[in-house]
């Protein structure tokens, strides 16, 4: 019996080498198993890895496969809109993702001010919609608005890292059923210890691949749309005496917003590249400046001592 495990773990290397080329597996699997001969000197031996699927390369060998399957594209949207009510559009909006068989992820109904300090209701609502709908969900948002402030959509391809999601775990799924049939086998206490401790390797990796899977499906499925609805005071000019600023106070304050953005930008630039480049580059050329006045203090040194016994030869 001690001679069926090892001679089962030697197929299934040679079958790693011919699947995955001898270096896929390598960075995935775990603590190298012992093999124990008839003497019971434990060998090092090869993690297992199955034939039946091919492991995933990091070339691009998910592109080529991605390319024969239908593509999983995540799509989202922000969108900021200015309305009479905004309670009541929230209201609609939660309702109308329902109906098209979505859901709320989450809201906030907070309290803003307008240019003349009068409190005003804000909210923000972010809800996901069946993605073949988006599009019907946005003009259902945007209809009967004040105005658009802003509308921004963005779409990521994740085909290739979805179908080599998919291969890794047919693969481990393969690895599993294996180590399981050889765990019945098995009659050496050390070698049940050694097959357990890979199958629960590979079973949490596919625990943690079928997440990420299911993450993707979920998340090309239904479309996250973002809303940040404003209240229609917020937009109005203040009026003095017939005079409109027409919106100077936004303006000061956007002004005032791109300026600490600015100077943040340039505290962290400073911080990271420049003081970094002036610390690196000023202490060599310090301690030079140090070097190179110590020998002319020390040449000038010598010279004054020279002089005073020229003269007293002379005299």
């Known amino acids: 019996m001690k001679r069926i495990l090892p001679f089962g773990i030697v197929l299934i290397a040679a079958l790693i080498l011919t699947a995955c080329g001898g270096s896929a597996a390598a960075t995935e699997a775990p603590a190298m198993m012992e093999e124990f001969d008839s003497a019971g000197a434990p060998e090092p031996m090869p993690t297992y890895m199955p034939a039946a699927q091919e492991a995933p390369s990091s070339g691009g060998g998910g592109d080529a496969r991605a390319a024969s399957v239908e593509r999983i594209v995540i799509q989202n949207a922000d969108l900021s809109i200015v309305v009479a009510d905004v309670e009541a559009r929230m209201n609609e909006i939660q309702e109308m993702a329902e109906k098209m068989g979505g859901f709320v992820v989450s809201s906030s109904l907070y309290q803003s001010y307008t ?128 005079w409109e600023p027409q919106g100077v106070a936004r303006d000061a304050i956007q002004d005032l917003i791109y300026f600490w953005q600015g100077f943040v930008d340039f505290v962290i630039r400073f911080t990271l590249y420049t003081l970094p480049v002036l610390v690196t580059v000023g202490i060599p050329l310090y301690l030079v400046f140090l070097g190179g006045r110590w020998v002319f203090r020390r040449l000038r040194g010598n010279k004054k001592k020279v002089e005073p016994q020229v003269e007293e030869v002379k005299k």
């Open 115 to 242: 240019s003349d300090y009068t409190p005003v209701p804000e909210g923000t609502i972010t809800i996901r919609v069946p993605s073949e709908k988006l599009d019907e969900a946005l003009d259902k948002i945007k209809a009967d608005v004040v105005e658009v402030q802003n509308e921004t959509r963005s779409g990521q391809d994740v085909t290739a890292e979805y179908v080599d999601l998919k291969s890794r775990l047919k693969t481990y799924q393969a690895a599993e059923q294996e180590l399981t049939e050889l765990m019945k086998s098995a009659a050496d206490t050390d070698e049940v210890v050694n097959i357990f401790n890979q199958l629960m390797y590979y079973r949490e990796q596919i625990e943690i691949i079928q997440g990420q899977i299911n993450y993707y499906e979920e998340a090309a499925a239904l479309s996250a749309i973002s809303i940040r609805i404003i209240a229609e005071e917020t937009i109005q000019p203040i009026q003095i005496a017939g």
